[in-house]
C-alpha cells in the first residue's frame, strides 16, 4: 500500500516564525488532504489539495503530484498554531484515507 | 449545516463490557468510514460504509469489532468484550457521494475517547 511520511515529526517554534511541514507518497494518489488536530483531539480540515497551491489566511499549501510530495507552509505562526499536523492521502479504489505520523507543532510565545 | 456528529465523546467501560459508538455524518454525505487512533499515532482505517452496506472491513479486527450503517439512523461502531488494548480514540468521517468516494473531501467528526478499565 501506500506509505506516507512526514517530517519533520517534532517541530517548536517562537510566535511569529514562519514554517514548512513535508509529505512525502509513495504512489500516485486521488486525493490528499491536510489536517491540524488541535490540543483537544479536534481534526480540522486546513486544505484538500491533490494538485495545485491553494491558500487560506497564513497557510498555504502545494501539491506536486508528479514529484509524490506536498508541503504545507505556516506563516507568522501563533500559539493557537500548536498541534499536531496530519497529511493523508488516498491512492486505491476507495475514499478510504492513509494517514502520516503527523508533525508535532509547539509555538512558544 | 451541522458537521459530522460522535457520541459520547468520551465512554468508560470495564473490561468485557460491551462499547457502542455513534455516528452521524454531514447531511448530504453518503460515505461513512471510521479510523483508530492510539496514544501520539496517527489515524488508522477500519472500515468504509454507505447505507446497509459494508464496503471495506480491511483495517477491522476480525474479532469483537462489527460496523453498521442502517437504512435509518446513525452509523455505529460495536465493540464487545471491550479489552484494555481497545483504548482508543475512534473517529468517524463522512464524504459526499462519489464514485466510491474518491476524489472528494473528507470530514471528521470530534471523535468518542474510549477508555477501558
Known amino acids: 500500500g501506500i506509505q506516507v511520511e512526514q517530517s519533520p515529526p517534532d517541530l517548536i517554534l517562537q510566535e511569529g516564525a514562519n514554517s514548512t511541514l513535508r509529505c512525502n507518497f509513495s504512489d500516485s494518489v486521488n486525493n490528499l488532504q491536510w489536517f491540524h488536530q488541535n490540543p483537544w483531539g479536534q481534526l480540522i480540515n486546513l486544505f484538500y489539495?491533490?494538485?495545485g497551491t491553494k491558500q487560506n489566511g497564513r497557510l498555504s499549501a502545494t501539491t506536486v503530484a508528479t514529484e509524490r510530495y506536498s508541503l504545507l507552509y505556516i506563516s507568522s505562526s501563533q500559539t493557537t498554531d500548536s498541534g499536531v499536523y496530519f497529511c493523508?492521502?488516498?491512492?486505491?479504489?476507495?475514499?478510504?484515507?492513509?494517514f502520516g505520523k503527523g508533525t508535532k507543532l509547539s509555538v512558544k510565545p | 449545516n451541522a458537521g459530522v456528529m460522535q457520541n459520547p465523546r468520551h465512554l468508560v467501560r470495564r473490561r468485557g463490557q460491551e462499547a457502542r459508538l455513534r455516528c452521524s455524518p454531514m447531511?448530504?454525505?453518503?460515505?461513512v468510514y471510521w479510523y483508530r487512533q492510539l496514544p501520539e499515532e496517527g489515524l488508522k482505517f477500519m472500515v468504509y460504509?454507505?447505507?446497509?452496506?459494508?464496503?471495506?472491513e480491511s483495517g477491522m479486527p476480525k474479532e469483537r469489532f462489527s460496523a453498521e450503517f442502517p437504512k435509518e439512523g446513525p452509523s455505529i461502531l460495536r465493540i464487545q468484550q471491550v479489552v484494555r488494548g481497545d483504548s482508543a480514540a475512534y473517529f468517524c468521517?463522512?464524504?459526499?457521494?462519489?464514485?466510491?468516494?474518491?476524489?472528494?473531501?473528507?470530514?471528521f467528526g470530534q471523535g468518542t475517547r474510549l477508555t477501558v478499565v
Open positions: 493523508a492521502v488516498n491512492g486505491g479504489s476507495q475514499g478510504n484515507l492513509i
Open positions: 468521517a463522512s464524504s459526499p457521494a462519489g464514485v466510491r468516494g474518491l476524489n472528494t473531501e473528507a470530514f
Open positions: 489539495i491533490p494538485s
Open positions: 447531511k448530504g454525505h453518503s460515505h
Open positions: 460504509l454507505q447505507k446497509e452496506n459494508i464496503i471495506d
